[in-house]
């Protein structure tokens, strides 16, 4: 039985900054999460509490805290990682005018010191044995790795995930397709490239198809031509041309039918183009979800934010994200964090310190409110 907390639990804005900054000075790109994963466990142990590894490969593991006697009612989620740096140089932490700015500052590092910071502000409000685990993923920003091995062992129905939504709570989820194009063409001397099949050029048009189709449908469906890239062999007609597309949609999109019309738009091209040697894939699709605004857990959340003095206006993850593969094993992921989506994967990456702490905030909240309906 937890201890009667006296008033709200917490936070201590110091501890939380000085999390926050060791966990972005350490460079933890996808795949090399090693070194931010022992920063954690060190500090979390440090803290009492005893922190347990989830194998992901030889030498990458989610780190998780687990609740002790009970089962676990909601799981406060982040990742760990982050892209590659911009500059191998200057990645570090900065603070500057109340901005902590640096790579993986708003996406997700400060969600993750805002949940450990939430979690021990509700320990020492008096509760010790809540429902509740702290997960820490790798993988996210590939191929989300980290999730796929947590769900195989791990079931629980509901999680919160610190992405940067900029303290609005995101009761749905976009779809994320990505799409793959190679095309092949017939290498020549570069001299004679009018008697070739140039990759590169039947590709062009194909794009501007895509294009096309996406600027006629759905203004809330979002792509990006992540990649175009050729085959490099000197002075010669390129024989092979691939293009990787990111494709963001709203949650209740018909996957299968806009990727039947993809593959379309590539057969319609093959009686104009002879040299249109394509094949489209579909590499990852992940389906996007709705929760309803209302249930328990749901209406937990609303008063917490009504208490805190934030707005209630749910609204729609536009990216893909680890909620994506927690959804289709049947968990219900909700995503609050501190942050904007728009200062994620950018070189001037930053997050405002007041809104880590009120996240923290909110987080600690919640866990205490938790607590208190399983008593």
């Known amino acids: 039985m937890n201890e009667t907390p006296v008033g709200r639990p917490a936070v201590q804005p110091q501890r939380l900054r000085q999390l ?15 070194e931010i994963l022992q920063v954690l466990n060190g500090y979390l142990r440090r803290h009492g509490l005893k922190p347990v590894r989830q194998m992901v490969d030889e030498h990458r593991w989610n780190l998780l805290v687990l609740p002790s006697t009970s089962e676990i009612r909601v799981a406060l989620l982040g990742h760990v990682d982050t892209v590659t740096a911009y500059d191998l140089e200057d990645f570090g932490c900065e603070e500057q005018d ?15 010191a805002a949940m450990v910071e939430g979690y021990l502000a509700a320990m020492e409000a008096g509760f010790h044995t809540m429902p509740v685990a702290l997960m820490f993923l790798v993988g996210e920003e590939q191929d989300g790795d980290g999730a796929q091995r947590l769900v195989k062992e791990f079931h629980f129905p509901w999680a919160v995930i610190g992405e940067p939504t900029d303290l609005q709570v995101c009761l749905s989820h976009y779809s994320y397709v990505e799409v793959q194009i190679v095309i092949r063409g017939k290498r020549m001397h570069a001299s004679l490239a009018e008697q070739g099949c140039n990759a590169i050029e039947a590709m062009l048009p194909l794009l501007h198809d895509m294009i096309r189709y996406w600027a006629r449908g ?18 010669v007609v390129p024989d092979r041309c691939e293009a990787w597309l990111d494709v963001h949609l709203p949650p209740s999109a018909p996957l299968g039918e806009i990727t039947s019309e993809l593959e379309e738009i590539v057969d ?15 590499p990852t699709v992940h389906s996007g979800y709705e929760i309803p605004d209302k249930g328990p857990l749901v209406e937990t959340l609303r008063s917490v934010f009504r208490r805190g003095g934030l707005d209630w206006n749910p609204n729609a993850f536009r990216s893909h994200s ?3 593969i927690l959804w289709m094993a049947g968990v219900k992921p909700i995503l609050f964090g501190p942050g904007q989506l728009e200062k994620a994967h950018v070189q001037e990456e930053s ?6 702490c009120t996240a923290a905030q909110i987080y600690a909240d919640l866990l205490v409110s938790v607590s208190e309906q399983v008593e």
Not at 228 to 233: C, F
Request: charged fraction near 20%.
């Open 20 to 34: 926050l900054r060791r966990l972005i000075d350490v460079y933890s790109p996808s795949g090399k999460e090693e």
């Open 98 to 112: 109340g901005l902590i700015m640096g790579l993986g500052s708003a996406d997700m590092k400060a969600g993750c």
């Open 218 to 235: 759905s203004a809330e469906a979002i792509y990006n031509i992540r990649e175009l890239s050729s085959s490099s062999a000197g002075f």
């Open 268 to 282: 319609r091209n093959r009686p104009e183009n002879p040299c249109l040697n394509a094949v489209v894939r579909f």
């Open 322 to 324: 680890d909620a994506n």
């Open 351 to 356: 997050v405002p310190f007041s809104q880590v």
